[in-house]
């Protein structure tokens, strides 16, 4: 196919076909060699057919083919490029990945740490916990130990403060932790400092109990006397092992104490160094040598005479047995009883007898009443202890 001007219509035909065989001469046919604009347009041949083209439609087809090489050209700069863009894209890609996976590790190690520490936290909180129940059950167990029969009476307070009390409690939130551990700390240490302090009072107190009555027995030239009427399988108080605590050597201390003092205490019951009368003794005469009020005469006054009103209770002094119960020439009505270990008591000038010969009369028991009986000037207790 050709293409070429047209030409002129005025031509002649022959002319025309000698043209195109020298346009065509030493060129392939059905191949396009090249086309030519004129002022009238362009013309496109095919073998021997030829088609006439408008410079509207040669524009047209030039600007086509000028958008189609731009497109090629474009589709392979992006093809040529794109590969480079898109390595470039995948870069970046990867680096974001990487960092993002950076940060992730990143994070899930913080998550780690703060897990970590919690659960450090929660082990050392629930340890504190444990060593104050812990803590608080000896303390309990202490408390049981310091007994009714062991300790005066009101001289210990069983409860504890409401701080210290940690089972059956809500559990404290974490702002409050360490405050409320705290304040439970210093609760028990305080339960802790009291249960001491009173060990040692109480030791000091049986102690000093003690000494008094040893003193009294001393004085009177007495043997603490063997108990009679006990017994029993025979099982030792363990010593305290070697690295007890300070409470549970104080407490086997106490213990053998207040043992000692129920022995004395046994013992003084049977002597007689209550009082016979209640309240504020007031001695009238003296033991010893004095003017008799009868006879007005030197005379040996063997006891001592206590005022009392008439009626009032007298009661024994020590536990014993009543050997005389009854009249008894200048003493009245009068009772005796016999306390054990040589030591005897005598009651005179009583207005009435509440006891009898053989009786048991326990120490404050009340054998007679006040009168005036006998040889007597007026209402008085004519009160002796004997000695053998």
């Keep these: 196919m050709l293409l070429y001007p047209p030409q002129p219509h005025h031509q002649p035909q022959k002319e025309h076909r000698r043209a195109e065989r020298r346009q065509s001469a030493g060129a392939v046919s059905r191949h396009l060699q ?20 408008g410079r509207v439609g040669f524009w047209a087809v030039a600007a086509a083919l000028a958008v189609m090489a731009t497109w090629t050209a474009a589709t392979g700069a992006y093809f040529a490029l794109g590969e480079d863009a898109l390595t470039r894209l995948v870069g970046g890609d990867s680096g974001m990945r990487s960092a993002y996976d950076d940060r992730i590790a990143r994070l899930r190690a913080e998550v780690d740490r703060i897990t970590s520490r919690r659960l450090l936290d929660q082990e050392q909180f629930e ?6 129940l812990k803590r608080q059950t000896v303390l309990e167990d202490r408390t049981a130990a310091l007994s009714d029969d062991l300790l005066p009476t009101g001289s210990f307070d069983r409860g504890q403060p409401k701080e210290a009390r940690l089972r059956g409690t809500a559990a404290p939130t974490a702002d409050g932790l360490t405050g409320t551990l705290d304040r439970v700390s210093r609760s028990l240490d305080h339960v802790e400092d009291r249960q001491t302090a009173l060990l040692d009072g109480l030791e000091q107190h049986l102690e000093s109990k003690e000494r008094r009555m040893r003193d009294v027995l001393d004085g009177l030239g007495l043997k603490l006397p063997a108990q009679a009427g006990v017994g029993g399988p025979f099982i030792p108080v363990k010593k305290p092992p ?16 207040r043992a000692r003092v129920d022995r004395y205490a046994h013992a003084l019951d049977s002597v007689p160094v209550r009082q016979p009368l209640p309240g504020e003794l007031e001695v009238n005469s003296g033991f ?8 007005h005469r ?31 020439r200048g003493y009245g009505n009068m009772v005796e009883i016999d306390h054990g270990n040589g030591l005897s008591t005598r009651f005179g000038h009583l207005s009435n007898i509440l006891v009898k010969v053989g009786e048991k009369v326990h120490c404050g028991e009340m054998i007679g009443r006040v009168g005036s009986t006998g040889r007597s000037t007026g209402p008085h207790l004519h009160y002796e202890t004997r000695i053998n």
């Design 127 to 132: 340890n504190r916990v444990a060593a104050l």
């Design 242 to 257: 070697v690295d007890a605590g300070r409470f549970e050597r104080q407490l086997y201390r106490v213990s053998l104490a």
């Design 288 to 295: 010893g040598v004095r003017s008799d009020p009868f006879m």
């Design 298 to 328: 030197p005379a040996m006054h063997t006891g001592l005479d206590l005022r009392g009103d008439m009626g009032e209770p007298v009661h024994a002094t020590a536990n014993g047995t009543v050997t005389i119960a009854g009249w008894d």
């Design 34 to 53: 090249r086309a030519h604009g004129t002022k009238d347009g362009c013309a496109l041949v095919y073998g021997r057919r030829q088609l006439r083209i």
